[in-house]
């Protein structure tokens, strides 16, 4: 694990795409799992402001999604409990409208199966976001639909909505999300953390 982890540090496939985008970035892929994990969270991909600090998370998503889980900084980013995995390792970059790029497959499709793989203690999955729940679930669902859904796949998965600022309509228009779902997940989080 720890020569995959090396080599996907330094992955460098997404060098020209990258470089197309307004960012017009370099590859910096945030690498934040170890075997051991329990608690796999499976996002999107970085954003710019985690891009630049190298740590994933670490904006007002990341806070919100603290919240939900319920897990203080320190639990969150302890590496030997929580192995943070998304659809892409690198900010994908802005279009010509300022707007997130989606995760590039062909990082997925280069590193997840061997990452997951090497992550065989796994007692919780969290699914953030449409491309995740797609890759890890299949079939045609809509992210609402998912989330939804939660008691049909706890206590091993939950599906979320992205914590992003960009939800607040989501969360608004869908109460029961934080009032039904949020506390289950804060209780299954607490017990396999504290296990």
């Not at 460098?12 to 307004?22: D, K, L, N, V």
Request: proline share 8%; glycine share 6%.
């Amino acid at each position: 694990m720890k020569a995959l982890m090396e080599e996907l540090r330094n992955c460098t496939i997404c060098t020209e795409r990258f470089a197309a985008t307004q960012t017009q970035h370099r590859p910096n892929p945030v690498v934040w799992f170890r075997p051991g994990a329990r608690l796999l969270i499976a996002s999107q991909a970085p954003g710019l402001r985690v891009h630049e600090a190298n740590t994933p998370f670490w904006d007002q998503s990341g806070v919100r999604l603290r919240r939900w889980l319920g897990l203080e900084d320190a639990a969150f980013y302890d590496r030997s409990r929580v192995a943070i995995v998304p659809m892409a390792f690198c900010f994908p970059g802005y279009d010509a409208k300022g707007a997130d790029l989606p995760p590039p497959k062909v990082c997925a499709e280069t590193w997840r199966a061997e990452v997951l793989a090497g992550l065989s203690d796994i007692r919780l999955t969290v699914l953030i976001g449409g491309y995740a729940q797609q890759w890890h679930l299949g079939g045609r669902m809509s992210v609402t639909a998912r989330v939804a859904a939660w008691r049909d796949l706890a206590p091993d998965v939950f599906c979320l909505p992205h914590p992003s600022w960009r939800n607040t309509a989501w969360l608004k228009k869908n109460p029961w999300f934080e009032a039904e779902t949020v506390p289950a997940l804060q209780a299954r989080v607490k017990e396999v953390m504290d296990d």
